[in-house]
């Protein structure tokens, strides 16, 4: 099995900062990586896949890269909706999930 | 519109079966993997089970292997979950998924889940 590690666990930021959250791969995954943002109540929603592609109606503030096992999402101006909780997911080998990383506003 | 509407979620006892459905609508549904993924209350993100396309490639968590059974019927547009054996651990809210493409892709869309609960 493939284990996803994100860090940090809680992210505390205000409107307008940058953010960078971190995951990494017990093993390479040649870039089959995703990230899921979820909001209380909702289903994840699909933010980037591929390491970097924005899927679609993904606003630009939200980009992705990495490679090997180390992968990172970047958010370059908190907008208030942003503030939830982010997943990353590999394709590689079936599927898993890092452990979250939750964006709270400081 | 893509729509994933899962069905068959309830409260059983331990030891118990229970089957869980989704059904897709707006998208071609044989076109695409599916998988099953899980979420405990206030915890992350689980997966289940996944299926291909045409039902070759077939795969399940550790946590659930040898008990529970993925299956899709391509002319209905419905994906199947057999659960067997339920444990207190199972209990969770099940979504079902569609890959974005063909193969080896994320999950694009998601239904808003059916709730098993297991418990005496």
């Known amino acids: 099995e493939i284990v996803l590690t994100q860090s940090p666990a809680t992210l505390s930021l205000s409107p307008g900062e940058r953010a960078t959250l971190s995951c990494r791969t017990s093993q390479s995954i040649n870039r089959q990586l995703a990230w899921y943002q979820q909001k209380p109540g909702q289903a994840p929603r699909l933010l980037i896949y591929?390491?970097?592609n924005r899927a679609t109606g993904i606003p630009a503030r939200f980009s992705g890269s990495g490679s090997g096992t180390d992968f990172t999402l970047t958010i370059s101006s908190l907008e208030p909706e942003d503030f939830a909780v982010y997943y990353c997911?590999?394709?590689?080998?079936?599927?898993?999930f890092g452990q979250g990383t939750r964006l709270e506003i400081k | 519109d893509v729509q994933l509407v899962e069905s068959g979620g309830d409260l059983v006892q331990p030891g118990r079966s229970l089957r869980l459905s989704c059904e897709a609508s707006g998208f071609n549904f044989g076109g695409h993997p599916m998988h099953w993924i899980r979420q405990t209350p206030g915890k992350g993100l689980e997966w289940v089970a996944g299926i291909g396309g045409t039902s070759v490639s077939i795969g399940y968590a550790d946590s659930v292997k040898g008990r529970f059974t993925i299956s899709r019927d391509n002319a209905k547009n419905s994906l199947y979950l057999q659960m067997n054996s339920l444990r207190t651990e199972d209990t969770a809210l099940y979504y079902c998924?569609?890959?974005?493409?063909?193969?080896?892709?994320?999950?694009?869309?998601w239904g808003q889940g059916t709730l098993v609960t297991v418990s005496s």
């Open positions: 997911q590999q394709r590689r080998h079936w599927i898993t």
């Open positions: 591929d390491t970097s």
């Open positions: 998924a569609k890959e974005l493409r063909n193969s080896d892709s994320p999950p694009d869309s």
